[in-house]
């Protein structure tokens, strides 16, 4: 298709539009970069591990149409926190001398006009490529439902069961990871937090939370639960942990 994997480290005009693709893939979720762990590390990894940064490139134009994030850690392939996507990254920003066995993977973006075409299962074996050529066991993956916003109060471990008329999983992006050989290891039912004030979830919502009580957030996976006596509103997000052999 006239595509090439590259990473961040091949040149600073790649890993500034790698930058911009990511930002603009995220832009409408913005919320989730006030987790801790993104606040204080998750920039700094990607900063230290540029060669783990995959830029899918187009050969003809020379420019990013997508990009795969991903960090070395020590981990169990098959046992697995709750916390996900949070856990991924305080644990690699603060390894403990432990080996390094495996990649956490922690988005793939690109933008919409180029998606259904295969180019997130390209990055994704372009995870596991990366790991077998560094000797690592596998990658592992919270993965992000993607319609699962449309069932905020749905439980997660529910959710994952979902089929489809064709007895395929519910959710296309949980759909996609299972036909690029991904494994279901379980639910990271805790997998990104975020406490902040009031006023900052009726920003996002467009609308006042007058009251204690769980509120729906548009992209928002499970409810914010706002507590008024507190003046602060909590979202615990959940995602679905995979893993690939390398």
């Avoid at 006030?34 to 134009?61: I, K, N």
């Avoid at 070395?72 to 432990?98: F, M, Q, R």
């Avoid at 729906?216 to 602060?232: C, N, Y």
């Amino acid at each position: 298709m006239g595509y090439v994997l590259k990473t961040r480290a091949d040149s600073d005009a790649l890993r500034r539009a790698a930058m911009a693709i990511e930002q603009a893939a995220w832009s409408s979720l913005g919320f989730l970069n006030y987790t801790r762990a993104h606040f204080e590390y998750y920039q700094g990894l990607l900063d230290a591990y540029p060669e783990c940064q995959l830029c899918l490139v187009d050969e003809a134009t020379g420019y990013p149409i997508a990009v795969g994030n991903c960090v070395p850690l020590a981990c169990d392939l098959a046992n697995l926190p709750p916390e996900g996507w949070d856990w991924i990254v305080e644990t690699a920003a603060s390894n403990n001398g432990k080996r390094r066995n495996a990649l956490g993977a922690l988005a793939i973006s690109g933008p919409h006009i180029h998606r259904g075409k295969g180019i997130a299962r390209q990055l994704i074996h372009g995870f596991r490529e990366l790991a077998a050529k560094r000797g690592l066991d596998g990658v592992i993956a919270p993965v992000r439902p993607s319609e699962k916003w449309r069932h905020p109060y749905i439980a997660i471990e529910d959710y994952v069961g979902w089929t489809d008329e064709k007895g395929r999983a519910y959710d296309p992006w949980l759909r996609s990871h299972l036909s690029a050989g991904g494994s279901i290891v379980g639910p990271a039912a805790r997998s990104m937090v975020v406490e902040e004030p009031v006023g900052f979830w009726e920003m996002w919502a467009g609308r006042d939370f007058p009251e204690t009580g769980d509120y729906t957030v548009d992209g928002a996976l499970a409810p914010v639960a706002i507590d008024i006596a507190r003046g602060v509103g909590r979202y615990v997000e959940p995602n679905i942990w995979f893993a690939y052999a390398a």
